[in-house]
């Protein structure tokens, strides 16, 4: 297939992260051109999408491009992302920037210290221009707020961007910054990645540790991780957000160098689950299987035996104990606190209203039984692995929608019982703390995207990496089918 020429489109933001370090680091271009390039991409596209908000002023990004500019020709380098565009998702405090979390409540809040990930992007050389659009406190998987209203899809601004991360989404599929930086709980890395055909990755729990944080051993559904345009790119940036950290003893301590190597490896023999619906327990829009099923073969061509698997587990009573945590952990963090106050809880959506009232109502011994649940599907998950090497399942179990919808009500005319139930199919992956990948698996007759998960053993992230590659390679996905307004055949 012949690729796509993005007409009027700098060199500067069609390169790929890796691309963009080394024409920085070689001095191919200067880090005031790059950031003067990226501003104009996006004060020519994101009013299209709404994807970036509380942008810094051009005046001060440029100061700081130049002082990147310095250091370079004095022989430092602060590290990969040396002179890096980077807009940080709403959800994660940046010091000297507002923060919302998409609330009105902190619609001026702005933090005194970075969250420990920016940190990490900061140290390695990114300069930070803003914020990407999230949904009220991340729930739901549609960004739209009261603060800066919706995002939407890359590839039709009619569309939702998906979420939470669909801001980080949108303005990379758009190509405004060069990779971007996300967070999952309930598939906010892996369903804006499925809507607008790039790549996320929700890495193993304590992979990216999250800090400073008041909950550090019992805050164990979210994570931040990676998103990116091609995988290689993905990785790099997990080797920044990644590593040990004394503040959160549960963080894993491998070297994040390992994710700098290369990511090519023979597949011959590897052994690949496919999950599918749970023998029809979620509904699935029509097309989603089709697409998937025609992604397993793939598979098949890298060398891979494909078989289809299905978990000895009770998958309602993994959704109920899911309802139970996430229940728990809302009412337990800010949302709940805003919640005690009249004034403040009127500003808060009904969703984030219901999973506090819900999570009031719960008993320390529900909580308890929930967790003894979420051990045993692990237990569970450790037991496909026996016979499989990786598991596969759809990304969601719908197209992106009506950016003006806040979340479909029925899937096939089923009626979906909750705001969030239509992304059930993310939660096994949550559940597990198994890292998951979503990769692109192509379009709809309507020019839909979607994408699936890749889901690896505990903590073999690098391995999930590897294939995900293997599969770009042999797919070419996002390189061949950016969003029309960018490209023409």
Known sequence: MK??????????????AIELAH???????????????FLLHIDEFNPKVNAIVSRVEPELLLAQADERDVQLSNGQCLGWMHGFPQAVKDLTPTAGIVTTFGSPAFADFVPLQD????????????????????PEFGLGSQTYNKVFG?????????????????????????????VADGSDMM????????????????????????????????????????????VSDMAMLLS??????????????????????????????????????????????????ALCEDALEVFTGLGCVVDNVSPAFSMSGLWDAWLVLRHWQVAAGPVGTLYQTEKERRTLK??????????????AMEVQKAMATRSAWYHAVRELFRSCDYLLLPSAQ????????????????????????????????????????????????????????????????????????????????????????????
């Open 398 to 489: 719908v197209f992106a929608f009506d950016v003006h919808t806040h979340w479909p009500a029925s899937i096939n005319h089923k009626p979906m019982d909750t705001y969030h139930r239509w992304m059930e199919v993310v939660v096994p992956g949550t559940m597990s703390g198994c890292p998951v990948a979503s990769v692109p698996v192509g379009f709809n007759a309507n020019g839909q995207a979607m994408g699936m998960q890749i889901i690896g053993r505990a903590q073999a992230d690098l391995a999930v990496l590897q294939i995900a590659f293997a599969y770009e390679q042999a797919t070419g996905w996002v390189g061949k089918h950016p969003p029309s307004a960018l490209s023409r055949s």
């Open 187 to 230: 598939g906010s890395l892996r369903n804006p990645a499925a809507f607008n055909n790039v790549f996320g990755l929700r890495p193993s729990i304590g992979r990216v540790p999250s800090a400073p944080a008041t909950d550090v051993f019992t805050n164990q559904l979210g994570t931040a991780g990676p998103m990116a345009r091609t």
């Open 23 to 37: 024409g920085i680091q070689s001095r191919h271009w200067s880090c005031r051109e790059v950031m003067q390039a």
């Open 240 to 289: 920044v957000q990644a590593g040990f950290d004394e503040d959160v003893p549960v963080s894993i301590q491998q070297d994040p160098a390992v994710f700098t190597a290369s990511l090519h490896r023979d597949f011959k023999g590897v052994r690949v689950g496919w999950l599918g619906d749970f023998d029809g327990h979620l509904e699935m829009a029509p097309g989603i299987m």
């Open 115 to 134: 969250a420990l990930v920016v940190q990490r992007m900061r140290s390695s050389g990114a300069i930070i221009i803003g914020k990407t659009n999230t």
């Open 3 to 16: 690729k796509p020429v993005m007409v009027g489109v700098s060199e500067i933001v069609q390169a790929s």
């Open 150 to 178: 919706a995002t939407a899809n890359a590839y039709d601004a009619s569309l939702t961007a998906g979420g939470s991360s669909g801001g980080a989404a949108s303005a990379l599929a758009l190509r405004m910054l060069p």
């Open 350 to 363: 009904p969703e984030a209203v219901w999973e506090v009232e819900q999570g009031l109502r719960l008993t």
